[in-house]
Protein backbone atom coordinates (compact mmCIF):
# COMPACT_ATOMS: atom_id res chain seq x y z
CA UNK A 1 0.00 0.00 0.00
CA UNK A 2 1.28 3.78 -0.72
CA UNK A 3 1.28 6.33 1.17
CA UNK A 4 1.24 9.85 0.16
CA UNK A 5 3.10 12.52 2.21
CA UNK A 6 0.94 15.97 1.37
CA UNK A 7 3.19 19.08 1.48
CA UNK A 8 0.66 21.41 0.63
CA UNK A 9 -3.12 21.74 -0.27
CA UNK A 10 -3.04 21.75 -4.00
CA UNK A 11 -1.90 17.84 -3.68
CA UNK A 12 -5.25 17.28 -2.03
CA UNK A 13 -6.93 18.75 -5.15
CA UNK A 14 -5.06 18.10 -8.29
CA UNK A 15 -6.22 15.45 -10.53
CA UNK A 16 -3.69 12.76 -10.20
CA UNK A 17 -2.65 11.62 -7.12
CA UNK A 18 0.35 9.71 -8.10
CA UNK A 19 2.81 10.77 -10.56
CA UNK A 20 2.44 7.26 -11.79
CA UNK A 21 -1.14 7.59 -12.41
CA UNK A 22 -0.36 10.84 -14.31
CA UNK A 23 2.13 8.64 -16.12
CA UNK A 24 -0.47 5.15 -16.72
CA UNK A 25 -3.17 8.09 -17.94
CA UNK A 26 -0.64 9.53 -20.75
CA UNK A 27 -0.01 6.11 -21.76
CA UNK A 28 -3.52 5.26 -22.14
CA UNK A 29 -3.73 8.42 -24.37
CA UNK A 30 -0.95 7.71 -26.46
CA UNK A 31 -2.31 3.96 -27.19
CA UNK A 32 -5.34 5.17 -27.89
CA UNK A 33 -4.08 7.79 -30.44
CA UNK A 34 -2.21 4.71 -31.61
CA UNK A 35 -4.08 2.28 -31.97
CA UNK A 36 -6.10 3.28 -35.33
CA UNK A 37 -2.54 2.77 -36.83
CA UNK A 38 -2.89 -1.12 -35.87
CA UNK A 39 -6.42 -2.27 -36.79
CA UNK A 40 -8.79 -2.01 -39.45
CA UNK A 41 -11.67 0.26 -39.85
CA UNK A 42 -14.46 -1.82 -38.28
CA UNK A 43 -12.58 -1.31 -35.12
CA UNK A 44 -12.07 2.34 -35.12
CA UNK A 45 -15.42 2.67 -35.52
CA UNK A 46 -16.84 0.44 -32.91
CA UNK A 47 -13.79 2.87 -30.82
CA UNK A 48 -15.55 5.78 -32.20
CA UNK A 49 -19.04 4.47 -30.89
CA UNK A 50 -17.63 3.45 -27.35
CA UNK A 51 -16.28 7.49 -27.11
CA UNK A 52 -19.57 9.17 -28.09
CA UNK A 53 -21.37 7.09 -25.67
CA UNK A 54 -19.11 7.54 -22.82
CA UNK A 55 -19.40 10.83 -23.73
CA UNK A 56 -23.22 10.84 -23.29
CA UNK A 57 -22.91 8.54 -20.82
CA UNK A 58 -20.46 10.93 -18.55
CA UNK A 59 -23.11 13.70 -19.29
CA UNK A 60 -26.33 11.11 -17.54
CA UNK A 61 -23.33 9.83 -14.67
CA UNK A 62 -23.38 13.69 -13.88
CA UNK A 63 -27.05 13.57 -13.33
CA UNK A 64 -27.87 10.51 -12.02
CA UNK A 65 -24.82 9.35 -10.40
CA UNK A 66 -23.71 12.18 -8.79
CA UNK A 67 -26.92 14.07 -8.86
CA UNK A 68 -28.77 11.64 -7.55
CA UNK A 69 -31.55 12.32 -10.44
CA UNK A 70 -33.12 9.59 -12.52
CA UNK A 71 -33.58 10.11 -16.47
CA UNK A 72 -35.05 8.40 -18.66
CA UNK A 73 -34.99 10.29 -20.96
CA UNK A 74 -31.30 11.14 -22.16
CA UNK A 75 -32.12 9.70 -26.15
CA UNK A 76 -34.19 13.12 -25.99
CA UNK A 77 -31.20 14.77 -25.86
CA UNK A 78 -29.48 12.99 -28.04
CA UNK A 79 -31.72 13.38 -30.67
CA UNK A 80 -32.05 16.91 -29.73
CA UNK A 81 -28.06 17.23 -30.14
CA UNK A 82 -28.15 14.95 -33.59
CA UNK A 83 -31.08 17.14 -35.35
CA UNK A 84 -29.60 20.10 -34.44
CA UNK A 85 -26.48 19.41 -35.57
CA UNK A 86 -27.30 17.85 -38.79
CA UNK A 87 -30.48 20.57 -39.69
CA UNK A 88 -27.66 23.05 -39.27
CA UNK A 89 -25.16 21.43 -41.35
CA UNK A 90 -27.40 20.62 -44.21
CA UNK A 91 -28.35 24.74 -44.06
CA UNK A 92 -24.67 25.37 -45.03
CA UNK A 93 -23.49 26.31 -41.11
CA UNK A 94 -19.85 25.06 -40.23
CA UNK A 95 -19.51 22.11 -38.00
CA UNK A 96 -17.45 24.26 -35.50
CA UNK A 97 -20.77 26.41 -35.30
CA UNK A 98 -23.38 23.37 -35.45
CA UNK A 99 -21.02 21.40 -32.68
CA UNK A 100 -21.57 23.63 -29.77
CA UNK A 101 -25.41 24.52 -31.03
CA UNK A 102 -26.00 21.02 -30.27
CA UNK A 103 -24.96 21.23 -27.15
CA UNK A 104 -26.45 24.45 -26.07
CA UNK A 105 -29.90 23.75 -27.89
CA UNK A 106 -29.78 20.71 -25.12
CA UNK A 107 -29.09 22.04 -22.44
CA UNK A 108 -31.70 24.59 -22.98
CA UNK A 109 -33.85 22.02 -23.01
CA UNK A 110 -32.32 20.28 -20.45
CA UNK A 111 -33.42 23.23 -18.10
CA UNK A 112 -37.04 23.06 -19.32
CA UNK A 113 -36.87 19.21 -17.80
CA UNK A 114 -34.75 19.95 -15.00
CA UNK A 115 -37.96 22.04 -13.48
CA UNK A 116 -40.32 19.51 -13.27
CA UNK A 117 -37.40 17.86 -11.47
CA UNK A 118 -37.53 20.35 -8.27
CA UNK A 119 -40.74 18.45 -7.53
CA UNK A 120 -40.23 15.21 -8.83
CA UNK A 121 -38.10 12.36 -7.38
CA UNK A 122 -37.14 8.95 -7.91
CA UNK A 123 -39.57 6.31 -9.87
CA UNK A 124 -41.67 9.36 -11.02
CA UNK A 125 -38.95 11.20 -12.46
CA UNK A 126 -38.18 8.81 -14.41
CA UNK A 127 -41.78 8.56 -15.93
CA UNK A 128 -41.31 12.56 -16.67
CA UNK A 129 -38.46 12.02 -18.33
CA UNK A 130 -39.58 8.77 -20.05
CA UNK A 131 -42.74 10.72 -21.09
CA UNK A 132 -40.69 13.71 -22.61
CA UNK A 133 -38.32 11.49 -24.47
CA UNK A 134 -41.37 9.97 -25.91
CA UNK A 135 -42.53 13.45 -27.12
CA UNK A 136 -39.69 14.49 -28.14
CA UNK A 137 -39.11 11.60 -30.77
CA UNK A 138 -42.85 12.11 -31.51
CA UNK A 139 -42.55 16.09 -33.00
CA UNK A 140 -39.26 14.78 -34.58
CA UNK A 141 -41.54 12.00 -36.31
CA UNK A 142 -44.66 15.03 -37.22
CA UNK A 143 -42.59 18.10 -37.85
CA UNK A 144 -42.12 17.14 -41.56
CA UNK A 145 -41.14 20.44 -43.17
CA UNK A 146 -37.82 20.79 -40.45
CA UNK A 147 -36.74 17.06 -39.87
CA UNK A 148 -38.09 15.19 -42.73
CA UNK A 149 -39.90 13.28 -40.47
CA UNK A 150 -39.51 9.52 -40.87
CA UNK A 151 -37.83 9.87 -44.13
CA UNK A 152 -34.39 10.28 -41.96
CA UNK A 153 -31.73 13.03 -42.68
CA UNK A 154 -28.86 12.64 -44.62
CA UNK A 155 -26.00 14.36 -42.50
CA UNK A 156 -22.54 14.61 -43.63
CA UNK A 157 -19.06 14.16 -42.32
CA UNK A 158 -17.95 17.36 -40.27
CA UNK A 159 -14.98 19.34 -41.76
CA UNK A 160 -13.26 22.05 -39.54
CA UNK A 161 -11.89 24.86 -41.38
CA UNK A 162 -9.11 22.61 -43.68
CA UNK A 163 -9.69 19.51 -41.82
CA UNK A 164 -12.53 16.93 -43.08
CA UNK A 165 -13.21 14.07 -40.97
CA UNK A 166 -14.51 11.76 -43.70
CA UNK A 167 -12.01 9.02 -42.89
CA UNK A 168 -12.98 6.30 -40.09
CA UNK A 169 -9.44 7.08 -38.40
CA UNK A 170 -9.77 11.04 -38.82
CA UNK A 171 -13.47 11.02 -37.26
CA UNK A 172 -11.96 8.42 -34.38
CA UNK A 173 -9.44 11.20 -33.45
CA UNK A 174 -11.77 14.35 -33.75
CA UNK A 175 -14.35 11.97 -30.88
CA UNK A 176 -11.73 11.15 -28.72
CA UNK A 177 -9.96 14.20 -28.44
CA UNK A 178 -13.51 15.72 -27.87
CA UNK A 179 -13.87 12.56 -24.80
CA UNK A 180 -10.58 13.98 -23.13
CA UNK A 181 -11.98 17.18 -23.04
CA UNK A 182 -15.31 16.01 -21.86
CA UNK A 183 -13.67 14.09 -19.46
CA UNK A 184 -11.25 17.00 -18.34
CA UNK A 185 -14.22 19.67 -17.77
CA UNK A 186 -16.39 17.03 -15.66
CA UNK A 187 -13.52 16.41 -13.57
CA UNK A 188 -12.56 19.84 -12.69
CA UNK A 189 -16.22 20.45 -11.98
CA UNK A 190 -16.50 17.84 -9.77
CA UNK A 191 -13.64 18.98 -7.61
CA UNK A 192 -14.80 22.09 -7.62
CA UNK A 193 -17.76 23.66 -5.31
CA UNK A 194 -20.24 23.07 -7.91
CA UNK A 195 -19.36 19.59 -8.38
CA UNK A 196 -19.53 19.34 -4.53
CA UNK A 197 -22.78 20.70 -4.06
CA UNK A 198 -24.60 18.39 -6.79
CA UNK A 199 -23.09 15.67 -4.46
CA UNK A 200 -24.23 17.13 -1.93
CA UNK A 201 -28.30 17.31 -3.04
CA UNK A 202 -27.91 13.35 -3.67
CA UNK A 203 -26.59 13.06 -0.32
CA UNK A 204 -29.07 14.83 1.55
CA UNK A 205 -31.42 17.82 0.32
CA UNK A 206 -32.50 19.22 3.61
CA UNK A 207 -28.92 19.81 4.63
CA UNK A 208 -27.39 21.05 1.24
CA UNK A 209 -30.43 23.76 1.64
CA UNK A 210 -28.80 24.33 5.04
CA UNK A 211 -25.48 25.10 3.94
CA UNK A 212 -27.05 27.65 1.10
CA UNK A 213 -26.95 25.15 -1.87
CA UNK A 214 -30.06 26.12 -4.00
CA UNK A 215 -32.32 23.40 -5.08
CA UNK A 216 -33.72 24.98 -8.03
CA UNK A 217 -30.36 26.28 -9.06
CA UNK A 218 -27.97 23.39 -8.83
CA UNK A 219 -30.86 20.79 -10.22
CA UNK A 220 -31.42 22.63 -12.93
CA UNK A 221 -27.71 23.11 -13.78
CA UNK A 222 -26.88 19.62 -13.38
CA UNK A 223 -29.84 18.78 -15.88
CA UNK A 224 -28.78 21.23 -18.50
CA UNK A 225 -24.94 20.35 -17.53
CA UNK A 226 -26.11 16.36 -18.97
CA UNK A 227 -27.76 18.03 -21.42
CA UNK A 228 -25.06 19.70 -22.88
CA UNK A 229 -22.49 16.24 -22.79
CA UNK A 230 -25.55 14.59 -24.29
CA UNK A 231 -26.02 16.61 -27.09
CA UNK A 232 -22.56 17.03 -28.09
CA UNK A 233 -22.85 13.26 -28.01
CA UNK A 234 -25.90 13.73 -30.16
CA UNK A 235 -24.41 15.72 -33.01
CA UNK A 236 -21.42 13.30 -32.84
CA UNK A 237 -23.52 10.37 -33.73
CA UNK A 238 -25.60 11.97 -35.92
CA UNK A 239 -22.55 12.83 -38.57
CA UNK A 240 -20.86 9.28 -37.60
CA UNK A 241 -24.16 7.39 -38.86
CA UNK A 242 -24.54 9.75 -41.43
CA UNK A 243 -28.04 8.91 -41.81
CA UNK A 244 -30.39 9.83 -38.88
CA UNK A 245 -33.95 9.23 -38.67
CA UNK A 246 -37.01 9.48 -35.16
CA UNK A 247 -36.19 5.18 -34.90
CA UNK A 248 -32.31 6.27 -33.79
CA UNK A 249 -33.64 7.58 -30.71
CA UNK A 250 -36.17 5.50 -28.84
CA UNK A 251 -36.38 4.53 -25.55
CA UNK A 252 -34.33 1.50 -25.92
CA UNK A 253 -31.35 4.32 -26.42
CA UNK A 254 -32.25 5.64 -23.17
CA UNK A 255 -32.45 2.39 -20.93
CA UNK A 256 -28.76 1.64 -23.25
CA UNK A 257 -27.27 4.99 -21.70
CA UNK A 258 -28.70 3.74 -18.00
CA UNK A 259 -27.19 0.42 -18.63
CA UNK A 260 -23.78 2.06 -19.50
CA UNK A 261 -23.52 4.48 -15.91
CA UNK A 262 -24.99 1.29 -13.62
CA UNK A 263 -23.04 -1.45 -15.34
CA UNK A 264 -20.03 0.88 -15.25
CA UNK A 265 -20.34 1.85 -11.91
CA UNK A 266 -22.91 4.89 -10.42
CA UNK A 267 -20.92 8.14 -8.93
CA UNK A 268 -17.80 7.59 -11.22
CA UNK A 269 -16.67 9.42 -14.64
CA UNK A 270 -14.02 5.76 -14.59
CA UNK A 271 -17.94 4.12 -14.95
CA UNK A 272 -19.25 5.80 -17.70
CA UNK A 273 -16.86 4.83 -19.87
CA UNK A 274 -16.09 1.28 -18.71
CA UNK A 275 -19.77 0.80 -19.18
CA UNK A 276 -19.85 2.35 -22.66
CA UNK A 277 -16.90 0.05 -23.59
CA UNK A 278 -18.83 -3.31 -22.27
CA UNK A 279 -22.42 -1.99 -23.58
CA UNK A 280 -20.57 -1.48 -27.31
CA UNK A 281 -18.58 -4.62 -27.09
CA UNK A 282 -21.61 -7.01 -25.46
CA UNK A 283 -23.17 -7.05 -29.14
CA UNK A 284 -19.94 -7.92 -30.87
CA UNK A 285 -19.55 -11.03 -28.12
CA UNK A 286 -23.00 -12.21 -28.96
CA UNK A 287 -21.93 -12.08 -33.05
CA UNK A 288 -18.91 -14.06 -32.26
CA UNK A 289 -20.40 -16.51 -30.16
CA UNK A 290 -23.42 -16.96 -32.14
CA UNK A 291 -22.27 -20.21 -33.30
CA UNK A 292 -21.36 -21.66 -30.15
CA UNK A 293 -24.90 -20.83 -28.33
CA UNK A 294 -28.23 -23.06 -29.15
CA UNK A 295 -29.96 -21.67 -32.38
CA UNK A 296 -33.14 -21.49 -29.75
CA UNK A 297 -31.43 -18.22 -28.39
CA UNK A 298 -29.11 -16.87 -31.05
CA UNK A 299 -31.80 -16.66 -33.44
CA UNK A 300 -34.15 -14.48 -31.12
CA UNK A 301 -34.94 -11.02 -31.96
CA UNK A 302 -34.16 -8.20 -28.78
CA UNK A 303 -31.42 -11.13 -27.66
CA UNK A 304 -29.53 -7.34 -27.06
CA UNK A 305 -32.17 -5.80 -25.16
CA UNK A 306 -32.90 -8.76 -22.39
CA UNK A 307 -28.88 -9.22 -22.19
CA UNK A 308 -28.72 -5.58 -20.68
CA UNK A 309 -31.74 -5.65 -18.70
CA UNK A 310 -30.24 -9.25 -17.58
CA UNK A 311 -26.88 -7.38 -16.82
CA UNK A 312 -28.08 -4.26 -14.69
CA UNK A 313 -30.44 -6.63 -12.68
CA UNK A 314 -27.30 -9.20 -12.01
CA UNK A 315 -24.81 -5.74 -11.41
CA UNK A 316 -27.63 -4.18 -8.68
CA UNK A 317 -27.84 -7.27 -6.83
CA UNK A 318 -24.66 -8.15 -7.06
CA UNK A 319 -22.34 -5.58 -7.78
CA UNK A 320 -23.77 -2.43 -7.16
CA UNK A 321 -21.06 -0.41 -7.85
CA UNK A 322 -20.25 -1.65 -11.01
CA UNK A 323 -17.45 -2.33 -13.12
CA UNK A 324 -15.17 0.14 -11.64
CA UNK A 325 -16.30 -0.23 -8.37
CA UNK A 326 -15.27 -4.29 -9.07
CA UNK A 327 -11.89 -3.17 -10.24
CA UNK A 328 -11.61 -0.70 -6.90
CA UNK A 329 -11.76 -3.65 -4.87
CA UNK A 330 -9.41 -5.85 -6.91
CA UNK A 331 -6.70 -3.19 -6.94
CA UNK A 332 -7.31 -3.09 -3.26
CA UNK A 333 -6.67 -6.80 -2.69
CA UNK A 334 -3.56 -6.99 -4.38
CA UNK A 335 -2.36 -3.70 -2.37
CA UNK A 336 -3.26 -5.20 0.60
CA UNK A 337 -2.49 -8.71 -0.64
CA UNK A 338 -2.40 -11.01 2.79
CA UNK A 339 -4.69 -8.30 5.07
CA UNK A 340 -7.72 -8.48 2.76
CA UNK A 341 -10.89 -8.99 4.16
CA UNK A 342 -14.41 -9.40 2.67
CA UNK A 343 -15.85 -7.07 4.49
CA UNK A 344 -13.34 -4.16 3.89
CA UNK A 345 -15.49 -2.70 1.54
CA UNK A 346 -18.97 -3.55 3.13
CA UNK A 347 -20.62 -0.39 3.85
CA UNK A 348 -21.92 -0.67 7.27
CA UNK A 349 -25.57 -0.11 7.65
CA UNK A 350 -27.28 2.70 9.39
CA UNK A 351 -30.99 2.81 10.90
CA UNK A 352 -30.56 6.10 12.74
CA UNK A 353 -31.46 8.41 9.75
CA UNK A 354 -35.09 9.44 9.75
CA UNK A 355 -37.08 8.93 6.19
CA UNK A 356 -38.89 11.79 5.87
CA UNK A 357 -40.89 12.75 2.42
CA UNK B 1 -33.55 46.27 17.15
CA UNK B 2 -32.55 43.19 18.54
CA UNK B 3 -30.03 40.83 16.81
CA UNK B 4 -32.49 38.11 15.89
CA UNK B 5 -36.54 37.92 16.16
CA UNK B 6 -39.13 35.38 16.72
CA UNK B 7 -42.44 37.44 16.89
CA UNK B 8 -45.71 35.52 17.57
CA UNK B 9 -44.91 33.06 15.42
CA UNK B 10 -47.81 29.86 15.19
CA UNK B 11 -47.62 26.45 13.02
CA UNK B 12 -49.87 23.82 12.90
CA UNK B 13 -49.91 20.72 10.89
CA UNK B 14 -53.59 19.66 10.26
CA UNK B 15 -55.24 19.78 13.29
CA UNK B 16 -51.93 20.21 15.59
CA UNK B 17 -50.96 23.11 17.09
CA UNK B 18 -47.12 22.48 17.07
CA UNK B 19 -46.02 26.64 17.98
CA UNK B 20 -48.73 28.56 19.35
CA UNK B 21 -47.30 32.23 19.73
CA UNK B 22 -43.96 31.56 20.27
CA UNK B 23 -41.50 34.92 20.55
CA UNK B 24 -38.36 35.48 21.73
CA UNK B 25 -35.47 38.00 21.34
CA UNK B 26 -31.84 37.34 21.37
CA UNK B 27 -28.65 39.43 21.39
CA UNK B 28 -26.07 39.19 19.73
CA UNK B 29 -23.53 36.77 21.44
CA UNK B 30 -25.68 34.94 23.61
CA UNK B 31 -26.50 31.48 23.90
CA UNK B 32 -29.75 31.10 23.93
CA UNK B 33 -31.53 27.30 24.99
CA UNK B 34 -35.06 25.80 23.72
CA UNK B 35 -36.50 23.08 26.63
CA UNK B 36 -39.14 21.16 26.37
CA UNK B 37 -40.71 17.68 26.76
CA UNK B 38 -40.52 15.47 23.77
CA UNK B 39 -42.64 16.87 20.95
CA UNK B 40 -42.69 20.46 22.38
CA UNK B 41 -41.97 22.02 19.11
CA UNK B 42 -38.21 22.86 19.95
CA UNK B 43 -37.37 21.37 16.40
CA UNK B 44 -40.11 22.85 14.88
CA UNK B 45 -38.91 26.45 16.14
CA UNK B 46 -35.52 25.66 14.69
CA UNK B 47 -37.24 24.49 11.18
CA UNK B 48 -39.12 27.73 11.18
CA UNK B 49 -35.93 29.69 11.30
CA UNK B 50 -34.39 27.56 8.60
CA UNK B 51 -37.62 28.36 6.61
CA UNK B 52 -38.03 24.62 6.07
CA UNK B 53 -41.63 25.16 7.21
CA UNK B 54 -43.86 28.23 6.88
CA UNK B 55 -45.13 29.23 9.42
CA UNK B 56 -48.93 30.53 9.61
CA UNK B 57 -48.62 33.72 11.54
CA UNK B 58 -46.08 35.95 13.02
CA UNK B 59 -42.85 37.46 11.74
CA UNK B 60 -38.81 36.60 12.14
CA UNK B 61 -36.16 39.01 12.11
CA UNK B 62 -32.69 38.92 11.35
CA UNK B 63 -30.27 41.83 11.83
CA UNK B 64 -33.35 44.23 10.77
CA UNK B 65 -34.49 41.72 8.19
CA UNK B 66 -37.58 40.10 7.93
CA UNK B 67 -36.93 36.34 6.91
CA UNK B 68 -40.03 34.99 7.00
CA UNK B 69 -40.71 34.51 3.27
CA UNK B 70 -36.98 33.83 2.05
CA UNK B 71 -35.72 30.97 0.76
CA UNK B 72 -34.26 28.18 2.77
CA UNK B 73 -30.69 28.58 1.40
CA UNK B 74 -31.04 32.37 1.70
CA UNK B 75 -30.87 31.69 5.66
CA UNK B 76 -27.77 30.21 5.00
CA UNK B 77 -26.21 32.49 2.95
CA UNK B 78 -27.43 35.00 5.41
CA UNK B 79 -25.55 33.64 7.82
CA UNK B 80 -27.10 31.55 9.67
CA UNK B 81 -25.96 27.85 9.92
CA UNK B 82 -27.44 24.56 11.66
CA UNK B 83 -27.34 20.92 12.94
CA UNK B 84 -29.67 18.45 13.09
CA UNK B 85 -30.80 16.15 15.59
CA UNK B 86 -30.92 13.34 13.26
CA UNK B 87 -27.45 14.07 11.32
CA UNK B 88 -27.50 15.19 8.09
CA UNK B 89 -24.06 14.57 6.47
CA UNK B 90 -23.24 13.87 2.89
CA UNK B 91 -22.27 10.38 4.23
CA UNK B 92 -20.37 9.19 0.57
CA UNK B 93 -18.30 12.24 1.04
CA UNK B 94 -15.18 12.65 3.29
CA UNK B 95 -15.18 14.80 6.10
CA UNK B 96 -13.08 17.61 4.52
CA UNK B 97 -15.50 17.36 1.77
CA UNK B 98 -18.38 18.04 4.66
CA UNK B 99 -16.25 20.91 5.39
CA UNK B 100 -15.74 22.25 2.24
CA UNK B 101 -19.09 22.09 1.35
CA UNK B 102 -20.47 24.23 4.60
CA UNK B 103 -18.38 27.38 2.70
CA UNK B 104 -20.61 26.82 -0.44
CA UNK B 105 -21.85 30.34 0.15
CA UNK B 106 -18.39 32.02 -0.06
CA UNK B 107 -17.32 30.47 -3.24
CA UNK B 108 -16.37 32.89 -5.89
CA UNK B 109 -15.97 30.33 -9.18
CA UNK B 110 -19.05 30.03 -11.37
CA UNK B 111 -19.44 26.59 -13.36
CA UNK B 112 -17.34 28.03 -16.37
CA UNK B 113 -14.45 29.03 -14.66
CA UNK B 114 -14.87 26.01 -12.86
CA UNK B 115 -14.59 23.70 -15.99
CA UNK B 116 -11.28 25.12 -17.03
CA UNK B 117 -10.58 25.05 -13.70
CA UNK B 118 -8.53 28.53 -13.93
CA UNK B 119 -5.88 29.74 -11.02
CA UNK B 120 -8.45 31.87 -9.30
CA UNK B 121 -10.69 28.26 -8.69
CA UNK B 122 -7.14 26.83 -7.61
CA UNK B 123 -6.90 29.21 -4.85
CA UNK B 124 -10.16 29.66 -3.56
CA UNK B 125 -10.01 25.88 -3.32
CA UNK B 126 -6.35 26.05 -1.68
CA UNK B 127 -8.21 28.61 0.60
CA UNK B 128 -11.07 26.59 1.50
CA UNK B 129 -8.78 23.81 2.04
CA UNK B 130 -6.34 25.67 4.10
CA UNK B 131 -9.94 27.38 6.13
CA UNK B 132 -11.03 23.70 6.61
CA UNK B 133 -7.96 22.72 8.30
CA UNK B 134 -8.80 25.30 10.78
CA UNK B 135 -11.69 23.69 12.01
CA UNK B 136 -9.93 20.24 12.06
CA UNK B 137 -7.74 21.73 14.48
CA UNK B 138 -10.38 23.38 16.47
CA UNK B 139 -12.80 19.79 16.59
CA UNK B 140 -10.31 17.48 16.77
CA UNK B 141 -10.92 15.74 13.81
CA UNK B 142 -7.30 15.44 12.63
CA UNK B 143 -7.59 11.48 12.43
CA UNK B 144 -10.55 11.61 10.09
CA UNK B 145 -9.95 14.19 7.69
CA UNK B 146 -10.02 11.53 4.58
CA UNK B 147 -12.51 9.19 5.55
CA UNK B 148 -16.28 8.42 4.62
CA UNK B 149 -18.24 10.25 7.12
CA UNK B 150 -20.65 7.38 6.74
CA UNK B 151 -18.36 5.29 8.51
CA UNK B 152 -17.36 7.22 11.41
CA UNK B 153 -18.79 6.69 14.84
CA UNK B 154 -21.69 8.66 16.40
CA UNK B 155 -20.15 11.12 18.26
CA UNK B 156 -17.85 11.99 15.57
CA UNK B 157 -20.48 12.47 12.98
CA UNK B 158 -22.57 14.95 15.30
CA UNK B 159 -18.69 16.86 15.67
CA UNK B 160 -18.37 16.73 11.84
CA UNK B 161 -21.54 18.26 11.63
CA UNK B 162 -20.63 21.33 14.02
CA UNK B 163 -17.90 21.71 12.33
CA UNK B 164 -19.82 22.16 8.78
CA UNK B 165 -21.86 24.54 10.11
CA UNK B 166 -18.75 26.47 11.45
CA UNK B 167 -17.19 26.34 7.70
CA UNK B 168 -19.94 28.77 6.65
CA UNK B 169 -18.86 31.09 8.92
CA UNK B 170 -22.31 32.32 10.40
CA UNK B 171 -23.20 34.47 13.05
CA UNK B 172 -26.15 32.80 14.17
CA UNK B 173 -25.50 28.94 14.97
CA UNK B 174 -28.57 26.77 15.70
CA UNK B 175 -27.37 23.67 17.61
CA UNK B 176 -30.22 20.73 17.21
CA UNK B 177 -29.46 18.60 20.06
CA UNK B 178 -25.93 18.67 20.36
CA UNK B 179 -25.41 16.49 23.70
CA UNK B 180 -27.61 13.70 22.31
CA UNK B 181 -25.87 10.20 21.97
CA UNK B 182 -22.71 11.57 23.01
CA UNK B 183 -21.06 10.10 26.02
CA UNK B 184 -20.11 12.12 29.43
CA UNK B 185 -16.20 13.02 27.76
CA UNK B 186 -17.64 13.77 24.43
CA UNK B 187 -20.19 16.17 26.10
CA UNK B 188 -17.41 18.05 28.15
CA UNK B 189 -15.69 18.43 25.23
CA UNK B 190 -18.64 19.84 23.67
CA UNK B 191 -19.38 22.78 26.23
CA UNK B 192 -16.05 23.66 25.97
CA UNK B 193 -16.48 24.39 22.13
CA UNK B 194 -19.34 26.03 22.52
CA UNK B 195 -17.91 28.28 24.72
CA UNK B 196 -15.10 28.79 22.16
CA UNK B 197 -17.63 29.73 19.67
CA UNK B 198 -19.28 31.84 21.81
CA UNK B 199 -16.49 33.96 23.37
CA UNK B 200 -13.12 33.80 20.76
CA UNK B 201 -15.59 33.39 17.69
CA UNK B 202 -18.31 35.53 18.56
CA UNK B 203 -21.10 33.54 17.21
CA UNK B 204 -24.33 33.90 18.37
CA UNK B 205 -26.26 30.28 19.30
CA UNK B 206 -29.78 29.28 19.55
CA UNK B 207 -29.48 25.24 21.08
CA UNK B 208 -32.07 22.98 22.00
CA UNK B 209 -31.19 20.45 24.22
CA UNK B 210 -32.20 17.81 26.77
CA UNK B 211 -29.46 17.42 28.92
CA UNK B 212 -30.48 19.80 31.69
CA UNK B 213 -26.89 19.85 33.07
CA UNK B 214 -25.26 21.17 29.71
CA UNK B 215 -28.49 23.71 29.65
CA UNK B 216 -27.47 25.12 33.18
CA UNK B 217 -24.04 25.46 32.22
CA UNK B 218 -23.87 27.19 28.82
CA UNK B 219 -27.01 29.26 28.54
CA UNK B 220 -27.35 32.70 29.02
CA UNK B 221 -31.38 32.39 28.77
CA UNK B 222 -33.60 29.97 28.36
CA UNK B 223 -37.11 29.40 26.87
CA UNK B 224 -39.26 26.65 28.07
CA UNK B 225 -41.83 25.06 25.37
CA UNK B 226 -45.02 22.45 26.24
CA UNK B 227 -46.76 21.66 23.31
CA UNK B 228 -45.84 24.16 21.31
CA UNK B 229 -46.66 27.05 24.11
CA UNK B 230 -43.97 28.96 25.73
CA UNK B 231 -44.03 28.35 29.49
CA UNK B 232 -41.43 30.96 30.48
CA UNK B 233 -38.19 32.38 29.75
CA UNK B 234 -35.72 33.55 31.41
CA UNK B 235 -31.84 32.78 33.17
CA UNK B 236 -31.31 29.12 33.37
CA UNK B 237 -31.49 29.17 37.28
CA UNK B 238 -35.00 31.02 36.73
CA UNK B 239 -36.55 28.56 34.12
CA UNK B 240 -35.36 25.42 35.45
CA UNK B 241 -36.95 25.87 39.20
CA UNK B 242 -40.11 27.46 37.35
CA UNK B 243 -42.93 24.84 38.59
CA UNK B 244 -44.42 25.10 34.91
CA UNK B 245 -41.56 23.42 33.61
CA UNK B 246 -40.91 20.78 36.54
CA UNK B 247 -44.61 19.89 35.88
CA UNK B 248 -44.30 19.81 32.28
CA UNK B 249 -41.29 17.29 32.45
CA UNK B 250 -41.90 14.95 35.50
CA UNK B 251 -45.44 15.35 35.55
CA UNK B 252 -48.06 15.94 38.18
CA UNK B 253 -47.95 13.90 41.79
CA UNK B 254 -45.26 11.88 40.96
CA UNK B 255 -44.32 11.21 44.06
CA UNK B 256 -41.78 8.72 43.13
CA UNK B 257 -39.38 11.23 41.63
CA UNK B 258 -39.95 13.82 43.72
CA UNK B 259 -39.27 12.34 47.09
CA UNK B 260 -36.00 11.30 45.36
Redesign the interface.
Known sequence: MRFLMKR???E??KLFKYRSTFLWYIALIIGSFLLPLVSGNYFISQLTFICLYSIAAIGLMLLTGYTGQISLGHAAFLAIGAYTSAILTVRGIPFILALPAAGILAAGVGILIGLPALRLSGLYLAIATMAFAIIVEEILLRWVTLTRGSLGMVVNPPSIGPWSFSTEKSYYYLVLILLILGVL?AK??L???????I??I???E??A???????PKYKT?SFS?SAFYTGIAGSLYAHKLTFINPESFTLGVSIELMAIIIIGGL?SLHGAIYGAIFVIFLPQLLILMKDYIPQLFSGQTGLNAALYGLMIIIFIIFEPTGIYGRWLKIKFNFEMFPLYRRGTFR??K?Y???ERK | MPFFEVQEISISFGGLKALVSVSFEIKRGEVFSIIGPNGAGKTTVLNCI?R?YDVDEGSLFFKDKNITRI???????LGI??T?Q????????TV??NL??????H?K???FT????TNS??KQ??KS??RA?GIIDFLDLQAFRDQLV??LP?GVQKTVELG??LA?EPELLLLDEPASGRNMEEKEDLIFWITDIKEELGITIIIVEHDMRLVKEISDRVLALNYGVPITQGTPQMVLEHPEVIKAYLGEGNGFIKSK
Not at chain 1, 191 to 197: N, Y
Not at chain 2, 71 to 77: C, K, L, M
Request: aromatic share 10%.
Open positions: NYYDIANIRSPTGRAIARDSVAQAIGISLLVGREKFKV | NYRPHVVAEARFNIELFKNMIDLLGMHCRSNLECIFVREIRNEGSYRAL
